[in-house]
T-cell receptor, first 110, second 113 residues
């Protein structure tokens, strides 16, 4: 019955690898997001999708590519992982009233 | 430019004390939204409140209360009779017309028994 779910919760990988994080929401929300929380706890938006269309794309390296197969899913694919990509990545969804966050995925690049 | 400032980096109180977390925002939007989220040590982000710019009524929910002052661009959060379980990082955030959510840097609250 989780509202916004992410998999995996933890991801440890080596530099240069490609990895994906999946996000699903069962709230019927139209808009989904990806946020990055760095080691200093600073939260910053990366992408926003509304009804499968990209509406916000902050200054994020091209190695990050979001994919929204349908309104309930927004996956994040990262190519050629770098040490600086280590962070917690949060997916979120909203209907314009409240924004609900997923549990986060802690990515560690070694 | 939109900005959220949480000037208190860390606050430490003893259980049962009242504590206020400050939040000051900047925006040129006439319609905007303010949020507070709690991030406990387990790491998830828990939604606490959303307030729109047209509603300056203060809100109370149990031990939590929020004071929205448009004149000073502040949206402060008070916890009354704090408990150890309130220990967390609290984020204030500003939502504008474009749907983005700008977060403050957070205030780490430690409540000691």
């Amino acid at each position: 019955d989780t509202a916004v779910s992410q998999t995996p919760k933890y991801l440890v990988t080596q530099m240069g690898n490609d990895k994906s994080i999946k996000c699903e929401q069962n709230l019927g929300h139209d808009t989904m997001y990806w946020y990055k929380q760095d080691s200093k706890k600073f939260l910053k938006i990366m992408f926003s999708y509304n009804n499968k269309e990209l509406i916000i794309n902050e200054t994020v390296p091209n190695r990050f590519s979001p994919k929204s197969p349908d309104k309930a899913h927004l996956n994040l694919h990262i190519n050629s992982l770098e040490l600086g990509d280590s962070a917690v990545y949060f997916c979120a969804s909203s209907s314009g009233r409240i924004r609900i966050f997923g549990p986060g995925t802690r990515l560690t690049v070694t | 430019a939109q900005k959220v400032t949480q000037a208190q980096t860390e606050i430490s109180v003893v259980e049962k004390e009242d504590v206020t977390l400050d939040c000051v925002y900047e925006t040129r939007d006439t319609t905007y939204y303010l949020f507070w989220y709690k991030q406990p040590p387990s790491g998830e982000l828990v939604f606490l409140i959303r307030r729109n710019s047209f509603d300056e009524q203060n809100e109370i929910s149990g031990r939590y209360s929020w004071n929205f002052q448009k004149s000073t661009s502040s949206f402060n959060f008070t916890i009354t009779a704090s408990q150890v379980v309130d220990s967390a990082v609290y984020f204030c955030a500003l939502g504008g017309s474009q749907g983005n959510l700008i977060f403050g840097k957070g205030t780490k609250l430690s409540v000691k028994p």
